[in-house]
DNA sequence: GCGATGGATGCAACCGTGTGCCATTTTTTG
DNA sequence: CAAAAAATGGCACACGGTTGCATCCATCGC
């Protein structure tokens, strides 16, 4: 504790590093675990407590101890009372790689995502954390970065090491994904592929609200401003937005595709919208939409008395961006939980038919949206 | 691929959930897989290949193959390329829990992290993921919703199921965290405890130039919003602000402390300094200065004119905000990098001494401090 | 009092991989 | 050409937990 106060060194220049005084004490450390035991081939580390330590301390078989532990109604009540509390006071902790290696299960899923710092994710995480922990698994976050090709080898190679996975935003085609499935159960989302469980945010649906919205502002001319070309999504919206627009007799221009994950791709999509005479703009995501606000500000274009701007999704700072941006909100953290739930009913003995789940979206009104300006058509 | 192109159905009012088409499809998968191989109690999954097959394909022992794979030098170079090829041919993929039964090694670590949604996290993740795959290890996502707890719960049960850990921004005291490394390598961001490998990033030398910063801007009365009590980084930074102010002739006014990760924390950390009479103030981090920055405009306060603000990190969004923030940028993805880094080290069989790595912090001028007003003092 | 019944427990065989030790083969050396 | 050395491959076991089957004992019914 007062060892604790000693490291206040804040006025120190920023070196590269800077040794610790702990060589001592780590020192005397593997001293002691060497001296304690010495399970095989001189290996540092003290030996954790087994199934066999508990029933030796006990005086029982293993196998009645693995019972006690996990069919509590198969033994007697007396001795699987023993055995908690022999577990107990040997701190003991199931193997789960032992667990794994013959019944199959690993007790763990993956969550593959196609890059970790869009913040897409972000909620989508959280809710995929909490319901794994809730149903007992661990999560196994994959960074993807943006690449197919390591999402094919990953796959393969997380085949047999999780019990399953969630696929957000996956690259792979249709095909290689539905044959996934029976080498590993595989719930995907925002797609939806024949035969595979998924979760699909209706945000197309937003989008038809979004237009409305426009419309009933006065817009007539409303573009949209692309992602990547041929990601499901992305053309679900652009048709959703083309089809409300032919409904309410709005003109729809599609524009891009444009990278979303980086920052400079909001510009070129704001000049875009620019140079394309319409008075609003659906935006694929607010990554992009957010880069949109930010090259339109730089070029002193009003927003929303020159523009309307819309994004989907409601991502992080999409509350306070300038102006703050009307947006299709996502209930993203909902998505990642039924993900994992789908996943974990689909890991039972009698796995329920696939299914597509959809996820109501909802028009976030702010301030990046308003009436049209006079001139424009 | 056609059967992609008839799941356009984006006018679909919101249901909860909708059947998929796959029923007949997957009934013939699993007919199939059946009338494959029945490895044990008739299991539904395929059988992946094991050593075993490889051996039998071969016709060597599985104890060659095995060595083939892993010691390249110990067979005979064309019994190598032979196993290799039927490798291939059969898609062996290892299988981890067998492998970690008899090594010890999961070849896994878990990255702690205190809130997933909390944007300060985004950028150590990556670093995390990124260096995890290349040291080939899989990385398990563990948030532990601000709960040390459950903290303490997890890595109990995680000691024996991964190699080892990162914990970023623990809430475990010193002396738990120290105990925990002979059982479990751990390195610790953001924290230095004696005898623990750690990463902190220099924000308190940050913190430094920001003072001078905002001193050469005429401020005299430098306020700090404090973040959670206790955390070590919190008072780093305090002492870094209350230090830099006294050696330049300011004062320095702590206020708080400030909860950080909901986004009411900014509104009183807004009002307090303005009750402080302060021209300016640097917050515990950028969620906090964001949060105070959208007050101060509900207030009707100019930023930079009447305060100016400034926060640490530069989190996503610290750059589109409203004002553009001032912040005290920290290299996050090469903090998460550094941490698996030396992480990896520890693991290997001569581990090197416990050190603490120190990363510089850049201060980062945007548009959220500008000169003090006249008034004030 | 004896056999039937069922609950409680132990035995032993797995799961798939890695590795120490030994047998065998091949190469080198005197 | 024989002996020594090196290279190569196989056997068997260990890792820790689960589970089918056998065993044992107590209780119950007749």
Redesign the pocket.
């Known amino acids: 504790m007062d060892e604790d106060a000693r490291a206040t060194d804040e006025d120190r220049p920023p070196t590269a590093e800077a040794d610790a005084t702990a060589t001592d004490t780590t020192a005397a450390e593997a001293a002691a675990e060497k001296a304690a035991t010495t399970?095989?081939?001189g290996e540092s580390r003290a030996?954790?407590a087994?199934?066999?330590d508990i029933a030796a301390r006990t005086?029982?078989?293993?196998?009645?101890v693995?019972?006690?532990?996990?069919?509590p109604?198969?033994?007697?009540?007396?001795?699987?009372a023993r055995v908690e509390q022999a577990a107990r006071e040997l701190d003991?902790v199931?193997?789960r790689a032992?667990?794994a290696?013959?019944?199959g299960r690993t007790g763990s899923i993956a969550v593959l995502v196609s890059d970790v710092t869009n913040p897409f994710y972000f909620g989508i995480l959280r809710g995929t954390a909490r319901q794994s922990r809730a149903a007992g698994l661990l999560q196994l976050l994959v960074d993807l970065e943006e690449s197919g090709e390591l999402e094919d080898a990953l796959l393969g190679r997380l085949r047999h090491s999780v019990d399953g996975a969630v696929l957000a935003a996956s690259r792979l085609p249709d095909r290689a994904l539905a044959a996934l499935d029976p080498a590993m159960p595989v719930v995907v989302l925002n797609r939806r592929i024949p035969g595979v469980p998924s979760v699909v945010i209706d945000t197309p649906g937003g989008v038809g609200h979004a237009v409305e919205h426009l419309v009933s502002l006065g817009h007539r001319s409303i573009a949209y401003a692309a992602g990547r070309q041929g990601v499901w999504s992305n053309e679900q919206r652009w048709r959703a937005l083309a089809r409300a627009a032919a409904r309410l007799g709005a003109r729809a221009v599609r524009l891009g595709p444009f990278p979303t994950t980086r920052w400079p791709a909001g510009a070129a999509a704001a000049d875009a919208a620019l140079n394309a005479r319409v008075t609003a703009c659906i935006a694929f995501n607010d990554v992009l939409a957010i880069g949109m606000l930010r090259r339109l500000s730089e070029r002193g274009v009003d927003v929303p008395g020159e523009l309307s701007v819309v994004g989907c999704d409601d991502i992080f700072g999409a509350d306070f961006c300038s102006p703050p941006l009307t947006t299709i909100a996502a209930p993203l953290e909902d998505a990642g939980r039924l993900g994992v739930s789908m996943l974990v009913a689909r890991l039972r003995p009698d796995p329920p038919a696939a299914r597509a789940a959809v996820l109501p979206a909802q028009l976030v009104i702010r301030s990046s949206t308003g009436p049209a300006p006079r001139a424009a058509g």
């Not at 005086?59 to 009645?64: C, F, I, Q, V």
């Not at 109604?73 to 699987?80: D, I, P």
């Open positions: 399970p095989r081939g030996r954790p087994r199934l066999a005086g029982l078989a293993t196998s009645t693995s019972r006690a532990l996990t069919r109604g198969r033994v007697h009540a007396a001795t699987r003991y199931p193997n032992a667990r290696l013959n019944s």
